[in-house]
């Protein structure tokens, strides 16, 4: 699994299979939408495998990083500092969702003046069940909702924040235990190569889920289905790139590091993403190459998995967006008081996103409840593209964490400058 992948013959290399397959896939479900449609399970069977591992590895992960650490003080110096990091970063994705919204305005002339917003009856029924989810999350809901029902309950619904609570009382319950924990801490340690193991087996059909995920997704949109929403989606891709090679470029740059370096480092679980349009797909990896960087894995063990619920700077950069030309696509008039509401809704809304079916959807409505005169069938526009722009939300969201991980990593100087750039100038794929 450590060999060098400049060592190996390019059809090989799992980057190179991945970016093949998704050609293929685009160009198959051009060709052939109703065949490509067909290929749904292909997509969606190598997301479920990877489901199934990334509870027992964030356990083990979490657990063996912070039973190990020793200095409790040093966890609740980290947990505060990742939290900071967290809210600021995220707080200033969605600052930056809404200057850009209101300066490209892509939703002006989507409905005439005067003219009432209508979309199909099957779009329209799609964002009224999107809006019914929203108005059933609450602040105390989600909060008891990271509670698990049971022990094992939360491995059985996959919830990353159930999870990660079991994973975080059980670590300080071997930690206060001394010496006689140490056997237990060996055998999670144990445990979390084989499950490794098994996600090194599991990954080498990315290919075949890349190309099904891609196959299906053309097949049933279709270019042309982007229609006049491809300023929006430009707009956001845009935006998103900015992000990355500006704001967290400029991270990476504080802490020592090249953010193109980085992004090369991590290609394959990029390529993974946009294959599946998943960000969980690549959790396991990431986790690997951040400890191959030299994160610690205590430190490693606390922030990634935090950051998939709380540090989504693609999914905030989305809502801000998107909430806005929804807004000016149905004439809805937006002063500034209200685009501040709609900030400080954001802000909460967006915490705990990857928990959610359809989280895309599901936290954009919540955050219009504060914008009052937004039909909810104007969620409708966005769901023939939401596949393509959730391939953006997740790379973004994935990058994020990573920089994070990082940042917080030389915060805490576990690693330096020069040892992080020789390991990234050594970089070598960790799952092929």
């Not at 922030?303 to 801000?320: A, E, K």
Request: net charge neutral; glycine share 10%.
């Amino acid at each position: 699994m450590s060999t060098s992948s400049s060592r190996q013959p390019w059809y090989r290399i799992l980057y190179v299979q991945v970016l093949i397959a998704v050609v293929l896939g685009i160009i198959v479900g051009k060709l052939f939408p109703d065949f490509g449609k067909d290929l749904k399970p292909l997509g969606d069977g190598f997301i479920n495998l990877v489901k199934m591992m990334i509870a027992p590895i964030i356990f083990c992960t979490v657990v063996h990083g912070i039973a190990s650490m020793g200095d409790l003080k040093k966890l609740g110096r980290v947990g505060g500092k990742t939290l900071l990091y967290f809210e600021v970063v995220s707080t200033l994705a969605l600052v930056i969702g809404l200057i850009v919204v209101n300066v490209l305005r892509p939703g002006d002339g989507f409905t005439p003046a005067g003219e009432t917003f209508h979309a199909e009856a099957k779009a329209v029924e799609t964002s009224h069940g999107y809006a019914e989810k929203a108005g059933a999350i609450s602040t105390s809901e989600f909060l008891l909702n990271i509670i698990p029902k049971t022990m094992l309950g939360a491995f059985v619904s996959g919830d990353l924040l159930q999870v990660l609570l079991i994973s975080i009382l059980i670590a300080f319950a071997i930690a206060s235990m001394g010496d006689k924990g140490k056997p237990v801490l060996h055998a999670i340690d144990t445990a979390a190569q084989v499950f490794f193991g098994v996600m090194g087996i599991v990954v080498k059909a990315a290919p075949i889920g890349a190309f099904g995920a891609m196959g299906f997704t053309v097949g049933s949109y279709g270019i042309g289905a982007l229609n006049k929403l491809l300023a929006l989606m430009a707009g956001f891709y845009i935006t998103a790139g900015a992000f990355v090679i500006l704001v967290l470029g400029a991270i990476a740059w504080w802490s020592g590091f090249s953010i193109f370096r980085f992004l090369i480092f991590i290609k394959d679980e990029i390529l993974l993403v946009i294959g599946t349009s998943s960000s969980e797909t690549a959790l396991p990896g990431m986790i690997q190459k951040m400890q191959k960087l030299g994160c610690s894995a205590s430190t490693v063990g606390l922030v990634i998995p935090t950051g998939y619920s709380f540090n989504l700077d693609g999914t905030n950069i989305y809502m801000s967006m998107a909430a806005v030309f929804l807004a000016q696509a149905t004439n809805t008039p937006l002063d500034l008081s209200h685009q501040i509401s709609l900030l400080l809704v954001a802000m909460v809304t967006s915490k705990g996103a990857s928990g959610v079916t359809g989280a895309g959807f599901v936290t954009l409505a919540a955050t219009l409840q504060a914008v009052p005169g937004i039909p909810v069938e104007a969620l409708a526009l966005l769901v023939g593209i939401d596949r393509f722009m959730s391939e953006c939300r997740a790379i973004t969201n994935l990058i994020g964490n990573g920089v994070a991980t990082v940042a917080i990593s030389r915060w805490e100087k576990e690693v330096s400058a020069e040892d992080l750039r020789a390991n990234l100038a050594g970089s070598s794929d960790v799952l092929a």
